[in-house]
Each structure stands twice: as structure tokens, then as C-alpha cells.
């Protein structure tokens, strides 16, 4: 059976979205690189790479030895390794300035978690409350308290998203080559490994429990329900890191319902709420108004905690998602992770426009908070190129291949 030929246009849609949110969560780094001048720069040579190098390179491995792969792989990680070993502790010595507090408030929670004591009542050594949800001290712990720094999470995570795009350990030239892509050349990525950020990283375990949950959902040996359930849990955990992960836990249940039924939906929906509500109500019972991750809406609003704008635009995007829902109908791993990229990408549209509202100087709005997008736009390449590469050797595919 032949592969169906699309619309050259319609092949390139996915390739420059990921480019668009490659470019966007990048430009506050290429502005401070030089400004607009590097930020157009890097979008043209993001766009002529993601559309004509890609392919290319594809097509290069397709024919090359079987070491090749596998050497590429080990050079992209010992770099991304050498980078993180030499830059992270320059970072927390401040002598590429002030860095960044992210792996530091996840440092200081553990240790507050460790010591019996409230963790989100501490600060950060730049004085900014503890943001991250109740999942993302689960995920940081070990690396905490056996590596000694919550960001060592970033190799590990990232390591993790090679085996998730290729659907398993064998690797594939299409996504291996769009693993070094995001890893090697997208800046915020560099960005976050020098300094020890999580936007991008953080997003890579919730987008292995999506990637679970659908290869759990469908028939076969993997669709028990008990190893749906367990799915579902993790998917609760590792999406329990930031408050907008709780819009991909909708957009799984209902791809997942599309597919294997309401009934599964309702399992994998109701069994990641309560995971959600197990791990963030004992520290809502320390009072609201010293739950410190929802001083995060002052991202977007200007506003700490739950203002009526927060919950305004809660609102407006949960509606506004289920009729996205309603009309996509994601039944496909690549449209799940379309949507979940959508719904990551959101915070550096509200940026965007909170920007242009109040300065209207667009190069100086910081755009980092959507880079959790990153991980699903290149699942969701991956994911159409081994469909296609699937079709090509006559194999049939599945509606959710995970």
C-alpha cells in the first residue's frame, strides 16, 4: 500500500508551526543576542532549516551506515551534558548574571518538603515565591537528594525525549534528526541548559504519560485497563508541574474517548484529577493565600493569585478549547499533540498581547513561558514521520500510534 500524497503546503504546516514556536520562545535570548536583527535572522534560518535541511538529512540517514544514528545521538548528549556540567554551576555563581531561580525553588521546596516544614512558605535566592505545582517536587526529589540539584532533571528529561519521539528504543533517522534539531539548535533550549531552566525539560515527562496513555488506550496487549489506570496516574503526576498541564489532561481523555470509548475517557480523565486533588490539597489546607503557585497568574495578568482576570481567561480558554475539541475531534496521536502544543503555547501568546496592550514593544516581551510547547510540536512531526515512513514499507497504521 502506497503512502497518500498530500498538498506540498499542507506537508509543510507542521514544519513551520514548530519553527513559529521554535522562533517565538527563543526571542527574548535573540534579542539580548542583538536584538530584532538576530531574531529575524534566526526565524529565516529556522524556517530554511526545519523545511529544506530536515528533510534532507532524513533522507541522508535513511542510506547511511547503522552506526551513524547512534553516533550522533552519543555526540548531541555528550555536549548537552558537557554544557549543563560547565554552565549551570557558572550560572548559580551568577557570573552570567543572575540566572535563573527555577531549579533553585525546586531546591529549596524539596528541602523544606524534607525538613517537615511548608515548603511553598520559602523563597528563592532571587526572593520570588515557590511556583512550581506539588508534581514537580515528586519529579525533582531524586534528582535533589541523589544528584544534589533539581537540575540535573534537564539531561535526564531530555535523554527522555529521544526514545518518546521514536516510539521506543530503536532509533528512527526521521526522529532522532528532529531530536537533535530541538536539543542542538533551538537557543531556548541552550538557554535553559546553561542557567538550569525547566520550560522546555519540564514538559518532556508529561508528554511520555500522554504518549502512554494513547499506546495504553488502544487494542492490543497494552489496553488493559489496569495499565490504562497506571497511565493515567502518571499523566496525573507529571502533568501536576504548572496549572495550564491540567488543559492536556482534557485533551488526552477526550482523544482517548474518541477512540476506546467514554468510558475510558471518564478512567483516564477522573483518575488524573485525583491525582491532581491527592497532590495539591494538603498544601492547600496551609491556606490559600500561602499557596504561592498561583502568584503565576502574575505572568499574565499583572496580578498574583486568583484575580478576577486569571479567572477570566481560565474560563475563556477552557471554552474556547472545547470547542476546538468539539470541531478537531483529535482521535490521532499527532492531532493530540498538536493540541497539547497549542494549549503550552498559549502563555507566550497572552505575553504577546499583554506586550503590545500595555508598551507595545513587542522585541522586549519575554516569550519563554509557552517553550513547554516545544516538546509536543516535535512529537507530533515525529509521530507523522513514522506513520509515513510506516505507510512507505506497507504497514498498517493505527489511529493512535504512540
Known amino acids: 500500500m502506497s503512502p497518500v500524497r498530500r498538498p506540498d503546503a499542507e506537508q509543510a504546516a507542521g514544519p513551520i508551526a514548530f519553527a513559529v514556536v521554535l522562533v517565538v520562545v527563543s526571542t527574548h535570548l535573540s534579542t539580548n543576542l542583538g536584538g530584532p536583527t538576530v531574531v529575524v535572522t534566526y526565524a529565516i ?13 532524513i533522507e541522508r540517514l535513511q542510506r547511511a551506515p547503522s552506526w551513524v544514528l547512534p553516533a550522533l545521538v552519543a555526540a548531541c548528549l555528550a555536549a548537552l551534558v558537557t554544557v549543563f556540567v560547565v554552565g549551570v554551576p557558572v550560572s548559580v555563581n551568577h557570573v552570567l548574571g543572575v540566572g535563573s531561580d527555577r531549579a533553585d525553588a525546586l531546591d529549596v521546596a524539596c528541602s523544606e518538603l524534607a525538613a517537615g516544614r511548608y515548603p511553598y512558605a520559602a523563597t528563592t535566592y532571587l526572593q520570588n515565591p515557590i511556583t512550581p505545582l506539588p508534581g514537580a517536587l515528586v519529579l525533582a526529589a531524586p534528582f535533589r537528594f541523589v544528584l544534589g540539584s533539581a537540575a540535573w532533571q534537564n539531561v535526564a528529561w531530555t535523554a527522555l525525549l529521544l526514545p518518546v519521539l521514536n516510539g521506543g528504543w530503536r532509533l528512527r533517522p526521521g526522529p532522532t534528526v528532529l531530536w537533535a534539531l530541538t536539543v542542538v539548535y533551538g537557543l531556548e533550549v541552550w538557554r535553559e541548559f546553561l542557567i538550569g531552566d ?7 515527562p508529561a508528554l511520555a504519560a500522554v504518549a502512554w496513555t494513547l499506546r495504553a488506550a488502544r487494542p492490543g496487549p497494552d489496553g488493559s485497563v489496569r495499565i490504562l489506570a497506571a497511565a493515567a496516574v502518571a499523566l496525573g503526576v507529571t502533568t501536576c508541574t504548572r496549572p495550564h498541564l491540567a488543559l492536556v489532561v482534557v485533551i488526552v481523555a477526550v482523544a482517548v474517548g474518541l477512540h476506546a470509548g467514554r468510558r475510558r475517557a471518564v478512567l483516564v480523565g477522573g483518575v488524573a484529577a485525583a491525582v491532581w ?4 490539597t494538603p498544601f492547600l489546607l496551609g491556606g490559600l493565600a500561602r499557596f504561592s503557585p498561583l502568584h503565576v497568574a502574575a505572568k499574565v495578568t499583572a496580578q498574583r493569585g486568583l484575580s478576577v482576570g486569571i479567572v477570566v481567561i481560565a474560563l475563556g480558554a477552557a471554552l474556547l478549547l472545547a470547542a476546538v475539541l468539539w470541531r478537531l475531534r ?21 505575553s504577546l498581547t499583554r506586550a503590545l496592550a500595555e508598551t507595545g514593544a513587542v522585541w522586549s516581551a519575554d516569550l519563554t513561558l509557552g517553550a513547554g510547547a516545544v516538546p509536543f510540536a516535535v512529537w507530533a512531526l515525529a509521530v507523522r514521520d513514522r506513520a509515513t515512513a510506516a505507510a512507505t514499507r506497507g504497514e498498517r497504521s493505527v489511529a493512535l500510534p504512540a
Open 45 to 57: 534560518a529556522t524556517g530554511l532549516t526545519t523545511l529544506l535541511l530536515v528533510p534532507l538529512a
Open 198 to 204: 525547566d520550560l522546555v525539560t519540564g514538559a518532556v
Open 277 to 280: 486533588a491527592v497532590l495539591i
Open 330 to 350: 483529535p482521535a490521532s496521536a499527532e492531532a493530540v499533540g498538536w493540541c497539547c502544543a497549542a494549549v503550552m503555547f498559549a502563555p507566550s501568546v497572552l
